[in-house]
C-alpha cells in the first residue's frame, strides 16, 4: 500500500490506538522519603489516583541511573534505577501495580547518547585505540591561524575574541559549525586524546556511534520501554560537512536538517524492531521525531507495512510560537495558524489513510498549554483548561496527557525569579546571551539581571520549567503535598506559588472543576471511539476567526452506526463570540444534539440543546460545545 492510495485498507486495530497515556515526571510527582525528589514509591502511592482519570497507561520519564545533569537523559547505566528515585524492584512493584487497575508502564528510551559517566564512554575516552572508541563519534579538530584569520564585519565580538590571540597562535577549532541544542559547539574537546566527541546536546552527553553494529546490540539489549527520546538523530551524516551559515552572529550553526532523519534511520528502526520489539505481544512504540515537518519523511516511521514505529511526537504544532531568532523570541502567529496545524495532521495522518498519530499540548519539554494558548490571566484560566481538554479528547490518535494538565496548572507564577528556574536549556540559553553581549560591551559588567529582564517574557511563557514543576496535591500541606521535606531540605525545584489557586484536593471536591471534566471527557472518548479516535477529522472553517468548528464521522466502510460529531470551539477571551451552525459534512441541512459543553457548572445541563444548520450561536470566552448530528 502506498500512502498515495485515495482508499487504502485500514490497518489492524491495537490497544493502543485508543488509549489515553499519563506522562509522570518521577522528579516532581510525588516524593514519599522527604528528600525533596519524586520517586517511584511515590508513584505507587498515587496509581489509584491515576487510574480514576481514566488512562490506560503510564509513561514514564527517565529514572535510570544518571549524573542528572540534563535530569535523567543523561544515562550512565540503564541497567540500573537512580537511588533518588528507588530500585528496580520498585519499578517491577509500580508494574504490578498499574496492572491490577488494567493499565501498562511505558518507559523512556534515551539511546542517541549516554551519560559522559557510562562505562562506555569511560572507556571510550581512555585511548585512541580502545576497543569501545568507535562506540561514539570521535573527529580530530581543524587547527586555525589567529593571525590570518579575517572577519565579516558581521561576527560578534565574542567570536573575534576566542581566536584573537597572540599573533600566529595556533588554535584549534571544533570539526565543524555545527551548533549545540544547548547553545556552543556541538563538539566537545577531550585533553586525554586529543580529539573531539560529538555531542548535540550537553557536553555531558556524548552522542552514540549506531553506524557501529556493537553499539546497536548493546542498546537492543537494555532495552525496557518503548518511547524513544529524539530517535531520528541516531543516524548521522556522511562526512559530518558544515552547517549552512545562518546565524552570521554565530560561529556555531543550527544544523538540526543535516542530522534529523540521517542516511540509515529507517534501516537501524526496522532493525530494532526485527530484533527485539516484534518479541514483545502488541508493543507499543513512539518516537520522538523533532525538526521533521515533511509528510512524506514524517508517514515513513508510521505506515504499518514498512514495521517501523507505532506512532510518533510531531512538533509542527510546539513551533508555532518560535521565533526566527530560536525558542525564546517571539511570534506573531495566529489562531489560523494553530487550526491549519492540526487540521493539516489529522487529515494527513488519519487511520483510514493508512498511518497513526499522537494527540497532546503539554510535555515535560513544553510549557504548560493553558499559557501557551490562553491569555495567561486567572480569571479564564480554568476556561482555557476546559476548552484545551475538549480540543484533545475528541481529536485522532492516541491521546497523551502530561501530569497536573488534568487540573488545568499554568506556567510558574512570575513571583518566581527566572534566576531559580533549574532546567539546563533555560540556564544555557541565558548564559549564551549574557556571553554575547559581555563581548559586545567589553568595558561594563553584563549582570544575569539585564539579559533575564530582556527575555522574562519569552522564558515565562516557553521554558521548560514550567512542565516539570512539582504536582500540587494539596494546597494546604507543606510543598502543596509533593513533599513534606523538612529541616533545610527544600524541593529540587520550586513549587508553584499558586498552588492555593490549582491542587489536586481541591478540584476532587466540586463536580465543575477542570479535572472532573478531564475524567467526563476522556470517558466521553471511550464512549465515541469509532467516531473521536478512528474516525474522519473535516473543519469548518480556518480562517482567522476565534472559532476552531470541526467534524469527526466513522470510517467510510466501517459500517459502524455511530453518529457524526460537530466540535465548535472559541478560542478566545471573547464572550460574544458568534457561530453559524455548518451543513453535514455532505452538505445536508440538519439538527444537531448537544452531547457536551465545556463551561456548565451541571456536567449535563446543556445536553438536549438542539440547533439546525445557519442557526447562531453565541459563545462565552473560551467556551467549548460537542454535538452530535
Known amino acids: 500500500m502506498h500512502h498515495s492510495d485515495p482508499h487504502p485498507s485500514p490497518p489492524a486495530r491495537h490497544w493502543w490506538h485508543s488509549a489515553t497515556v499519563y506522562q509522570i515526571y518521577p522528579a516532581s510527582f510525588k516524593d514519599s522519603n522527604a528528600d525533596g525528589y519524586g520517586d517511584i514509591q511515590g508513584i505507587i502511592e498515587k496509581v489509584d489516583y491515576i487510574a480514576s482519570l481514566g488512562v490506560d497507561a503510564v509513561w514514564l520519564s527517565p529514572c535510570y541511573k544518571s549524573p542528572y545533569v540534563d535530569m535523567g537523559y543523561d544515562i550512565s547505566d540503564y541497567r540500573q534505577i537512580d537511588q533518588r528515585f528507588g530500585t528496580v524492584e520498585d519499578i517491577e512493584r509500580l508494574i504490578a501495580k498499574l496492572a491490577k487497575c488494567n493499565m501498562k508502564l511505558l518507559m523512556d528510551l534515551v539511546i542517541n547518547h549516554t551519560s559522559d559517566q557510562h562505562a562506555w564512554f569511560q572507556e571510550s575516552r581512555s585511548f585512541v585505540e580502545s576497543p569501545k572508541r568507535d562506540w561514539y563519534i570521535w573527529r580530530k579538530g581543524k587547527n586555525v591561524s589567529a593571525r590570518k584569520r579575517r572577519f565579516d564585519g558581521r561576527i560578534s565580538p565574542l567570536i573575534r575574541l576566542q581566536v584573537t590571540l597572540s599573533d600566529g597562535k595556533i588554535v584549534q577549532k571544533p570539526p565543524n559549525n555545527w551548533e549545540s541544542q544547548f547553545k556552543g559547539s556541538a563538539w566537545q574537546y577531550d585533553e586525554i586524546t586529543n580529539e573531539w566527541y560529538l555531542r548535540l546536546f550537553a557536553k555531558e552527553q556524548p552522542d552514540l556511534n549506531w553506524d557501529n553494529r556493537d553499539v546497536r546490540e548493546a542498546v537492543y539489549e537494555g532495552i525496557g520501554g518503548f518511547r524513544m527520546d529524539v530517535i531520528n538523530i541516531i543516524s548521522k551524516p556522511n562526512g559530518f560537512p558544515d552547517a549552512p551559515v545562518t546565524n552570521s552572529r554565530s560561529e556555531y550553526q543550527l544544523v538540526a536538517s543535516l542530522y534529523c532523519n540521517g542516511p540509515h534511520i529507517h534501516e537501524y528502526i526496522r532493525e530494532m524492531r526485527q530484533e527485539v520489539l516484534d518479541q514483545y505481544e502488541d508493543f507499543m512504540t513512539v518516537g520522538e521525531v523533532p525538526f521533521t515537518f515533511d509528510p512524506a519523511e514524517v508517514r515513513k516511521y508510521v505506515e504499518p507495512e514498512r514495521k517501523e514505529l507505532c506512532m510518533l511526537f510531531q512538533f509542527d504544532l510546539f513551533g508555532i510560537d518560535r521565533g526566527s531568532g530560536g525558542k525564546f523570541t517571539p511570534s506573531d502567529w495566529q489562531l489560523k495558524d494553530l487550526k491549519s496545524t492540526i487540521s493539516k495532521w489529522q487529515q494527513l495522518l488519519s487511520f483510514t489513510s493508512g498511518a497513526w498519530q499522537t494527540v497532546f499540548l503539554e510535555s515535560h519539554d513544553a510549557a504548560r498549554s493553558v499559557s501557551r494558548f490562553g491569555d495567561r490571566?486567572?480569571?479564564?484560566?480554568?476556561?482555557?483548561?476546559?476548552?484545551?481538554?475538549?480540543?484533545?479528547?475528541?481529536?485522532?490518535?492516541?491521546?497523551?496527557?502530561?501530569?497536573?494538565?488534568?487540573?488545568?496548572?499554568?506556567?510558574?507564577?512570575?513571583?518566581?525569579?527566572?534566576?531559580?528556574?533549574?532546567?539546563?536549556?533555560?540556564?544555557?540559553?541565558?548564559h549564551d546571551l549574557r556571553q554575547l553581549r559581555q563581548a559586545a560591551e567589553p568595558d561594563r559588567v553584563i549582570e544575569l539581571k539585564e539579559i533575564v529582564d530582556e527575555v522574562a517574557d519569552q522564558v515565562r511563557l516557553k521554558a521548560r520549567d514550567h512542565g516539570r514543576m512539582p504536582m500540587p496535591w494539596d494546597g494546604n500541606k507543606p510543598n502543596a503535598g509533593f513533599s513534606e521535606a523538612r529541616d533545610g531540605i527544600r524541593p529540587w525545584t520550586r513549587v508553584d506559588s499558586d498552588f492555593d489557586l490549582c491542587h489536586v484536593a481541591h478540584q476532587e471536591k466540586f463536580t465543575n472543576s477542570v479535572l472532573k471534566f478531564w475524567q467526563r471527557m476522556l470517558a466521553f472518548r471511550r464512549q465515541h471511539v469509532e467516531t473521536l479516535v478512528f474516525g474522519d477529522f473535516e473543519p469548518v472553517a480556518l480562517d482567522n476567526e476565534p472559532v476552531f468548528a470541526y467534524h469527526r464521522t466513522p470510517p467510510a466502510g466501517s459500517g459502524d452506526k455511530s453518529n457524526n460529531i460537530l466540535v465548535v470551539l472559541n478560542m478566545t477571551s471573547n464572550s460574544d463570540t458568534v457561530f453559524r451552525m455548518p451543513t453535514s459534512t455532505r452538505g445536508d441541512v440538519v439538527e444537531f444534539s448537544m452531547l457536551e459543553c465545556s463551561r456548565s457548572k451541571n456536567a449535563h445541563s446543556c445536553a438536549g440543546q438542539k440547533y439546525t444548520t445557519g442557526e447562531e450561536v453565541v459563545l462565552r470566552a473560551y467556551e467549548g460545545l460537542v454535538l452530535s448530528y
Open 377 to 430: 490571566g486567572q480569571d479564564n484560566r480554568f476556561r482555557v483548561a476546559k476548552m484545551l481538554a475538549m480540543l484533545e479528547t475528541t481529536l485522532a490518535g492516541t491521546l497523551f496527557m502530561h501530569q497536573g494538565q488534568e487540573i488545568g496548572m499554568a506556567n510558574l507564577a512570575e513571583d518566581i525569579p527566572i534566576e531559580e528556574y533549574m532546567d539546563i536549556e533555560t540556564k544555557g540559553f541565558l
